[in-house]
């Protein structure tokens, strides 16, 4: 079965910054690849997606870049806020999501 | 209009109790889950059903039985609780099962058993 590989557990950068975030996964067959951002006692809401067809897509100061020949994903936040602080899960599958374990993004102002 | 509705938000009960928790999408997705995020964040997956079938069931104990009356509906009931049962479970729903779309969650239950 599908496994999601994210790093790092915790990053911490100072506003205004860049964050990237980095996920890889063992099934090639995998064609969707959604990111979620969940805030502290609320739910996961995805907040970008890339499908298999796609090496990268972008919105306002998130963008997700995928290289589907190494079996990774990445999420990058330009310019990041202190709103911009959660809790990020990036996920893989076919169509049956895998998560990653999650990454703690804290932004210092 | 909340579109993964779930009840209760807070479940607090003793060792032993059985519980439920209920689930409702009204956004017509075809297939609904169950997931459980523990202290640790990570979010693992229990359930999935797809038009009222049953189409994922991962290694979860027994005493946890899902019901699915309809599609816009799946409650999870919880017997003979543990304390290794606290946790926030978390509903989903998404449009098909054939292809890869994003998730809607529910708001969470905390469910604390002491």
């Known amino acids: 079965g599908e496994n999601v590989e994210q790093h790092p557990s915790t990053l911490s950068v100072q506003e205004g910054d860049s964050a990237v975030i980095k996920c890889t996964y063992s099934?090639?067959?995998?064609?969707?690849f959604p990111w979620y951002k969940q805030e502290l006692g609320k739910r996961p809401q995805l907040i970008i997606d890339?499908?298999?067809?796609?090496g990268e897509k972008k919105d306002q100061r998130i963008a997700v870049t995928l290289n589907k020949t190494a079996k990774h994903f990445s999420l990058h936040i330009t310019e990041t806020q202190p709103e911009d602080s959660a809790v990020y899960f990036c996920?893989?599958?076919?169509?049956?999501?895998?998560f990653g374990a999650g990454t703690i993004l804290r932004v210092k102002s | 209009d909340t579109a993964v509705s779930q009840t209760p938000k807070y479940l607090v009960t003793q060792m032993g109790n059985d519980k439920s928790i209920k689930c409702e999408q009204n956004?017509?997705?075809?297939?609904m889950y169950w997931y459980k995020q523990d202290s640790k964040k990570f979010l693992k997956i229990m359930f999935s059903?797809?038009?009222?079938?049953?189409?994922i069931n991962e290694t979860v104990p027994n005493r946890f039985s899902p019901k699915s009356p309809d599609k816009a509906h799946l409650n999870l009931h919880i017997n003979s609780l543990e304390l290794g049962d606290s946790a926030v479970y978390f509903c989903?729903?998404?449009?098909?099962?054939?292809?890869?779309?994003?998730?809607?969650f529910g708001s969470g239950t905390r469910l604390t058993v002491v």
């Open positions: 996920a893989a599958g076919r169509p049956r999501l895998v």
């Open positions: 956004l017509g997705h075809d297939t």
């Open positions: 099934d090639s067959a995998s064609n969707y």
């Open positions: 890339i499908r298999s067809n796609v």
């Open positions: 059903y797809n038009n009222k079938e049953l189409i």
């Open positions: 989903a729903s998404s449009q098909g099962d054939t292809y890869g779309y994003g998730y809607t």
